[in-house]
């Protein structure tokens, strides 16, 4: 095994960075690092070799990203713009509208599960939510974690949101938990309900669940495995990928251009029958997909944002494939 | 009868209430207040676990899904103390490449291509 050392520097700052708070992988040649002490966002190119200073948008600094397919996405902290933000190449943002996100509130860590885009935000008065998104990141809705703990007024803190084998994880921090509280809850119907999945952690010296911090959850093989705050790892077996795995093993569908102007390309694994809905939800074009390469015309539409929605045949959030694109 | 059938009962139930929660991979005997940086990730299939106990770095390996695990060579890491000896670390796993975020100093970062 051999390991290369490498100094990073702010190239904007020409000062030394230090611990990143978060990071996320892009693909398999990028790598984004939020490092606070240094108020920066480096996105890391290996075909390359070079890392890279990601503006921070007009003051919109990212205090969290994700990827999705190709796309990479971002929380905007909210200085001349609230919710989320994606990019197809890193450099150039597209801002959502971030309906319902309260003023003062900031996102913070975002990731998508099932078609959802969920989003950790925080506000100085109102305390710490919880949401998410069915549109992506035009409208917020919020989840209620407060029944998840034994003291409803402890103030809680979301370490991390993770997606994998059709599960979603929420690790939990809370600044004085009550005995009982749990440190990590897992949804199985896309953040609709929680229950708390701490069974065999260890308690603390004050009798409190440890914390799962952000980045200690991974899955390998049918393994989840968590690291806890002392540095102890625990693993649980959960099995294969079920049905609904993560939303790059369930969208069926690729669009491309996008943008797009007059012909879009909707690529599809099996006969889809699909919608294209404007940002108001109303059908301008429904479409009988083939399975490979299928161009639609959509010349006639006004510039904006449009959603194709497709079904499995199911009923269930998990069965229904969403993807945006934008008309110039 | 009635007495070792509840026993056996409640032996099955006990089983199957520890299959599904988390078990220790008995890897570190650490405590919070010796632990000061801490990562794990999946990388190539393999299971990887850094944690800096007092001043020793320790980056373990697992390819059975934390059944078992080996001590990776640390040589590197002494190499590059003073980045590790000050503050938390991170590993991230991008394409073939196995990164450690060094949190010391200079912000160094180590990468592995094997």
């Given amino acids: ?328 | 009868m009635k007495k070792y059938l509840i026993i056996g009962l409640l032996a099955i139930a006990t089983s199957v209430v520890y299959a599904q929660g988390w078990q220790p991979c008995g890897l570190t005997d650490n405590s919070f207040l010796k632990t000061i940086g801490t990562s794990v990730v999946v990388h190539n299939g393999k299971i990887f676990e850094f944690h800096r106990n007092g001043v020793v770095n320790t980056l373990n390996v697992s390819t059975d899904n934390g059944a078992t695990w080996s001590v990776v060579n640390s040589d590197w890491m002494t190499a590059n103390s003073n980045s590790l000896g000050y503050n938390s670390a991170t590993l991230a796993s991008v394409g073939k490449r196995l990164y450690l975020f060094a949190g010391g100093v200079c912000g160094e970062v180590l990468f592995s291509t094997d």
């Fill in chain 1, 1 to 328: 095994m051999t390991y290369l050392p490498t100094c990073v520097t702010n190239p904007q700052a020409k000062a030394a960075l230090f611990y990143p708070n978060m990071w996320t992988t892009w693909g398999n040649d990028h790598l984004i690092a939020i490092f606070e002490s240094a108020q920066a966002s480096l996105i890391y190119n290996i075909s390359s070799g070079k890392w890279e200073y990601i503006p921070g948008i007009s003051g919109n600094m990212p205090r969290g990203y994700c990827s999705r397919n190709d796309t990479l996405w971002a929380s905007s902290e909210g200085k001349s713009h609230t919710g989320a933000m994606w990019s197809i190449d890193g450099i150039n943002w597209n801002f959502t509208t971030g309906t319902g996100l309260d003023q003062w509130e900031y996102p913070n860590l975002i990731k998508w599960h099932n078609n959802r885009l969920f989003m950790y935000t925080n506000h100085y008065q109102k305390g710490d939510r919880l949401r998410y998104s069915d549109d992506y990141g035009e409208t917020f809705h919020e989840i209620d974690l407060t029944p998840y703990f034994s003291d409803k007024s402890s103030i809680n803190k979301v370490k991390d949101i993770f997606s994998c084998n059709g599960n979603l994880y929420i690790s939990l921090a809370t600044f004085f938990p009550p005995a009982g509280s749990p440190n990590l809850l897992v949804s199985t119907d896309n953040g609709e309900t929680f229950v708390a999945d701490t069974l065999g952690f260890p308690v603390g010296d004050d009798g409190k669940f440890l914390e799962v911090n952000y980045g200690a959850l991974v899955y390998n093989n049918g393994w989840l495995f968590a690291q806890l705050k002392n540095g102890d790892l625990y693993r649980k077996y959960i099995g294969q990928a079920s049905s609904v795995s993560n939303q790059s093993e369930l969208l069926s569908i690729e669009v491309f251009p996008n943008p797009v102007d007059s012909k879009l390309n909707i690529k599809v694994k099996e006969t889809v029958n699909i919608k294209i809905v404007n940002v108001l939800g109303i059908v301008v074009d429904t479409q009988k997909l083939n399975v490979g390469n299928n161009w639609i015309d959509i010349s006639t539409l006004t510039k904006g944002i449009y959603f194709i929605q497709s079904s499995n045949g199911g009923t269930s959030t998990g069965s229904v494939t969403a993807m945006k694109f934008i008309k110039e």
